[in-house]
């Protein structure tokens, strides 16, 4: 099993509606993130938790929100789907600031 | 500006040869680097991390030189399944790791 899990791995949705990107995690890690990777960007990164009260805004936060259910679980919404949305969306886990980050396997957004 | 920079390459090279990527960075402060390789469509895997002393994985080797701001991964003796992409991170001192863009790798036989 993996130890970082997003579900869905593909979603295709309508402008407007609103979705929301599940990440779960058995490494046991305080931070988690939630990045978005588009073609020739890199990865951004949009939201990251360092606990179940500690949320933070990334660099591209507009548009998104965040939920920590508990350290294990961290969602993501978009409140109102929009086309530029559309992007490969990664969760990742860290036990501390000089840790690497743990990837999930990604979740495929389609905004139509 | 972007903060960590890489070519984007692609780096078409043969099997058997030895490939080098740099990757500089802006924050001086900057604590912690890593390599991750990234295959198409999937998630980014740690490769290595970077250490001020270097660090060598079997074939690959990663060096960090801090008077110039820049980190490098050497990979010899290539491998058709070492294509793929690969991002340089640099990580400040408090929550943030910065990823290039990557550089493209592709091994031919």
């Known amino acids: 099993d993996a130890d970082v899990t997003q579900t869905p791995r593909n979603r295709i949705t309508k402008t407007g509606k609103r979705i929301m990107l599940e990440c779960s995690q058995t490494?046991?890690?305080?931070?988690m993130y939630w990045y978005r990777q588009d073609p020739g960007l890199g990865l951004r990164l949009i939201y990251y938790?360092?606990?179940?009260?500690?949320?933070n805004k990334g660099e591209i936060s507009d548009g998104y929100s965040v939920s920590r259910q508990a350290q294990a679980k961290f969602s993501l919404s978009l409140e109102s789907a929009i086309p530029n949305q559309t992007a490969l969306y990664f969760c990742a886990t860290a036990r501390d600031y000089n840790s690497p980050l743990h990837f999930g396997n990604g979740t495929r957004l389609t905004v139509t | 500006r972007k903060e960590v920079e890489q070519d984007p390459g692609p780096f078409n090279v043969p099997e058997g040869a030895t490939v080098a990527f740099n990757c500089t960075y802006s924050?001086?402060?900057?604590?912690?680097f890593f390599w991750y390789r990234q295959d198409c469509r999937k998630e980014p895997k740690l490769l290595m991390s970077v250490y001020s002393s270097g660090n060598e994985d079997g074939r690959f080797t990663a060096q960090l030189n801090r008077a110039s701001q820049y980190i490098s991964l050497l990979i010899r003796d290539s491998k058709l399944s070492d294509s793929a992409t690969y991002l340089c991170v640099e990580g400040d001192s408090s929550y943030k790791l910065i990823f290039g863009s990557g550089t493209r790798l592709l091994v031919r036989p």
């Open positions: 924050n001086s402060a900057s604590q912690s």
């Open positions: 938790s360092f606990d179940v009260k500690d949320i």
């Open positions: 490494k046991g890690h305080d931070r």
